[in-house]
């Protein structure tokens, strides 16, 4: 019964990088009807530890990662139909596969990501749910790992009426489009809040 409800079943995947590629990779293997998979980063060589299925060459080619990812799973071969959308989630195009869905997965990094898909799973009426993995250094050492899996009904709570993000984070966010190098003089931190490390041993706590 489960396997037959989940055959029917069109799931987007917005973000498909440490934890978005682990939920992609499940939803293929569940055999789901089809699999939109969002994001406009490449793979690089500092997450290919955190990225289910990405090779160095990825990363020496600059592959975008929901293509790398529909790539493989054409080749495993499942009946799973796999569309990529390598772009923003508030291209067009992208809209409109997402709109298609009937329950998106939100896996990103962003204030602004988040907004944009709360956004779009109101207007469209889409259950939503929203993952997130923290971990917080001191002194060097991690102090904390935290997880957070949101469930967002449309017309109930959103992300930002809970808390996950502010108006702050997205304003400053907007220079990652309008300003790139501002932006990037102003990440004070990276995967880590409290520590300057891109590359972490990570993938476990995703998981």
Do not use: W
Request: aromatic share 6%; hydrophobic share 40%.
């Amino acid at each position: 019964g489960t396997t037959e409800y989940l055959a029917n079943l069109t799931v987007g995947v917005a973000g498909v990088s440490g934890t978005g590629s682990i939920v992609a990779e499940q939803l293929y293997r569940l055999g789901v009807n089809r699999l939109i998979l969002v994001d406009d980063d490449y793979v690089e060589e500092h997450n290919l530890g955190r990225i289910i299925n990405s090779t160095m060459r990825d990363a020496q080619n600059r592959v975008n990662k929901a293509v790398m990812l529909k790539r493989v799973y054409d080749n495993i071969g499942l009946a799973t139909e796999v569309i990529a959308a390598p772009t923003v989630i508030a291209n067009p195009n992208t809209v409109r596969l997402l709109s298609q869905c009937d329950m998106i997965f939100g896996c990103l990094d962003s204030a602004d990501g988040r907004m944009h898909l709360n956004r779009l799973c109101t207007f469209y009426t889409l259950p939503y749910i929203d993952l997130g993995v923290k971990l917080k250094s001191d002194s060097g050492n991690i102090s904390e790992i935290s997880s957070a899996i949101r469930y967002i009904i449309p017309g109930a709570a959103s992300l930002h009426s809970i808390g996950a993000y502010t108006t702050a984070q997205v304003e400053s966010e907007a220079l990652r489009r309008d300003d790139p190098v501002a932006y990037r003089a102003r990440l004070a931190e990276k995967y880590i809040q409290g520590a300057q490390e891109s590359s972490p041993a990570v993938i476990s706590v995703n998981m």
